[in-house]
């Protein structure tokens, strides 16, 4: 059963392109073997890191969606685990956060929706009070 992944690595910033593109390949390539789908490649290049790691102040930031089945993603973590030009790798589900937060979503949508309806009665019922108190004066300026 395929399940959508997003898998981002962080490659030394010694590495040349031709390596980068080698190490993107790699992974590409193990997901399409397995017959999975990749969604998207995201590169984004050289960055600065919060903290250096293995003294590398700066990496080249790899973020890759696919989906794919849980099994290949073991054997994906323990190849990036062996690639010296990875400094760091991280392998998110994004399925159960999708769900979560589409919950999350549609609660906040329901509360936003309430919040307008009791502020518009709120409105129509000030509205209201003025127009009354409005006439009021108006009969009283007659008299």
């Known amino acids: 059963m395929?399940?959508?992944y997003e898998i981002g690595f962080i490659i030394t910033p010694d590495a040349n392109e031709e390596e980068v593109k080698k190490i993107i390949e790699l992974v590409s390539g193990t997901i399409k073997k397995a017959k999975g789908v990749i969604g998207n490649i995201d590169e984004w290049g050289r960055k600065k890191?919060?903290?250096p790691i293995k003294k590398n102040p700066e990496g080249y930031y790899v973020f890759i969606q696919a989906d794919v089945d849980g099994s290949v993603i073991a054997d994906l973590e323990r190849r990036l685990k062996q690639m010296e030009?990875?400094?760091?790798y991280i392998t998110l589900r994004l399925d159960d956060k999708l769900k979560k937060a589409n919950k999350l979503?549609?609660?906040?949508l329901k509360i936003e929706q309430?919040?307008?309806k009791s502020q518009l009665s709120?409105?129509?019922s000030r509205e209201n009070?003025?127009?009354v108190s409005k006439e009021e004066e108006t009969d009283a300026v007659e008299k």
Request: avoid cysteine; hydrophobic fraction near 25%; charged fraction near 45%.
């Open 2 to 4: 395929n399940s959508r």
């Open 49 to 51: 890191m919060a903290y």
């Open 85 to 88: 030009k990875v400094l760091r």
């Open 105 to 108: 979503t549609k609660r906040w």
């Open 114 to 116: 309430f919040r307008k």
């Open 122 to 124: 709120h409105e129509e």
């Open 129 to 131: 009070s003025d127009s």
